[in-house]
T-cell receptor
Framework: DSGVTQTPKHLITATGQRVTLRCSPRSGDLSVYWYQQSLDQGLQFLIQYYNGEERAKGNILERFSAQQFPDLHSELNLSSLELGDSALYFC?????????????FGPGTRLLVL | DAKTTQPTSMDCAEGRAANLPCNHSTISGNEYVYWYRQIHSQGPQYIIHGLKNNETNEMASLIITEDRKSSTLILPHATLRDTAVYYCIQTHAGGTSYGKLTFGQGTILTVHP
């Protein structure tokens, strides 16, 4: 158990819908990262927040957005869903940006778009 | 894009050492080598990292060549639970990358009884 929690564990929805994935970082961690893992693209970095502010962006689609709240939990919003958005979405946390050795991953949310 | 190259798959007998190679010929002076592993769709798990010296922790050892262009992750006594995909990542610790990890395809390590 990494200490990072993600909800829900599984999500099934239809194309065109919108979903919200939630992540609670480890206690004391200020930085949250989101990653997407699909069969054809592998594990890809989406976006990072530190203490409520966006710090880095990766291959995140415009249909996707995220935020980190004052209590440090983060939400990843996926809208206008397409079949290709079906993937595992991981959240990771670390104490501070660049704390690579202390980047702990949650168990992931498996999204299936039908 | 991932900057490291790793074999697609490797096998190892239980109880033997597993030696996973990684090439990072473009590594710069301030980039580290990190190893993570992912056990069957679980979240990736940090294993070890190093800059230029060999490193050891409770999970593994990391041997980095003197020219830093390649490294080997060593699991000294592999168990069935070590069956996973192992990712070698070269990246800056901090700075403008702010800690994002760029994963390649990794090496699928299968530990046999």
């Amino acid at each position: 158990d990494s200490g990072v929690t993600q909800t829900p564990k599984h999500l099934i929805t239809a194309t065109g819908q919108r979903v919200t994935l939630r992540c609670s970082p480890r206690s004391g961690d200020l930085s949250v990262y989101w990653y997407q893992q699909s069969l054809d693209q592998g594990l890809q970095f989406l976006i990072q927040y530190y203490n409520g502010e966006e710090r880095a962006k990766g291959n995140i689609l415009e249909r996707f957005s995220a935020q980190q709240f004052p209590d440090l939990h983060s939400e990843l919003n996926l809208s206008s869903l397409e079949l290709g958005d079906s993937a595992l979405y991981f959240c990771a946390s670390s104490v501070e940006p660049g704390g690579l050795e202390t980047q702990y991953f949650g168990p992931g949310t498996r999204l299936l778009v039908l | 894009d991932a900057k490291t190259t790793q074999p697609t798959s490797m096998d190892c007998a239980e109880g033997r050492a597993a030696n996973l190679p990684c090439n990072h010929s473009t590594i710069s002076g301030n980039e580290y080598v990190y190893w993570y592993r992912q056990i069957h769709s679980q979240g990736p798990q940090y294993i070890i990292h190093g800059l230029k010296n060999n490193e050891t922790n409770e999970m593994a050892s990391l041997i980095i060549t003197e020219d830093r262009k390649s490294s080997t992750l060593i699991l000294p006594h592999a168990t069935l639970r070590d069956t996973a995909v192992y990712y070698c990542i070269q990246t800056h610790a901090g700075g403008t990358s702010y800690g994002k990890l760029t994963f390649g395809q990794g090496t699928i390590l299968t530990v046999h009884p």
